[in-house]
């Protein structure tokens, strides 16, 4: 599963129950981008 | 970012809008540039006339 | 049937069709919009894109990007021998890496063949801020127009009937006509109206000139407006991927083989009977 980066502090944060930054409370996460590759159409 | 094309005519559009607002901005009429860029159809016309860059609100939001 | 152009340049073509009917102007444009093949990104594989745009997004603006097409060197995906694989004989390959802070334009779009380069190098593509990065691989193939418009190489493309205004005898020259008029076809003369020389052309058949006639007392206007159904006014505009010259003949042998192919079912159908 990727991880997530928290929206104010920027540090990476894993959602283990509760969704918040265990660094600074912040309750808005980016979830960042996967490692694989991806194809999309240009449509 | 701007359209790469007209929505109706399909003309390529975008390459003419970094001399479009250097000249907008410098205060001349967008009648006169937009005849000198050559786009003579209405559509194409408003592509530009119409346009608001929002690429850099949205940058810092990563 | 005979066409007289009166502009031939590589992306703009005008002309007059006549001696024609309506059927085989209406499609003659028709095949020159949605069934001359050219060459455009259709699969996009990203490695990594972390700019202000999505990668559908991305993909899409590179989709619309003209790219020049020699029709002989590419074949049609589904007619190619690879079987819709993917090979050089049906496939342009492009790659594309950029980093922040810079703008990145369609000649950061690095072709494997340059005979397919795009057409220019001026389209801007993302803006990137410092740390952004876009990395990605692009395949364009051979379609139609009628599949999606970015396979599309005309912009505009249609025509008009020849205008024909006829201006009677009891024309007063009044002149209230040639005011009206907006795109300026009519002047004044001595004992009537006239049609500017090579103004005709310009007529969009509005008939604010017949209008302005009846308004100024005639009871039957004096000028009349009307359109020759034999004669058709053409423009064609291509978007730079293949020459105007190009599309047309693609245009009019593809219609001339759908037709012939029409014609060998119709003797077979009839022959089977």
Known sequence: ?43 | MIPVRCFTCGKVISTEWEEYKKRRDAGEDPRVILDDLGLERYCCRRMLLTHKEIIDDLNPYQ | MDIAFSRLESEVAKFVLSESIPAFANSFRRTMISDVPKLAIEDVIIYDNNSALFDEMLAHRLGLIPLKTNLSEYKKKSECSCGGEGCSLCESVYTLSAEGPCLVKSSDLIAQNPDAAPVTGEIPIVKLEKGQKVVLEAHAEINTGLEHAKWQSTLACGYKTYPVITIGDNCDACGHCADECARHVLKLAKKSVEVIDGKLIDCSMCKLCEKACVGSGWEDAAIRISSDNTKFVFVVESDGSLPVKEIMTYALTDLKDKSDSLVDVLTNISGAL
């Open chain 1, 1 to 43: 599963m990727s991880g997530y980066k928290c929206a104010r502090c920027k540090q990476k944060v894993e959602i283990d129950i509760n969704v918040r930054c265990p660094y600074c409370g912040h309750r808005i996460l980016f979830k960042e981008r996967g490692a694989g590759i991806k194809t999309v159409k240009a449509r």
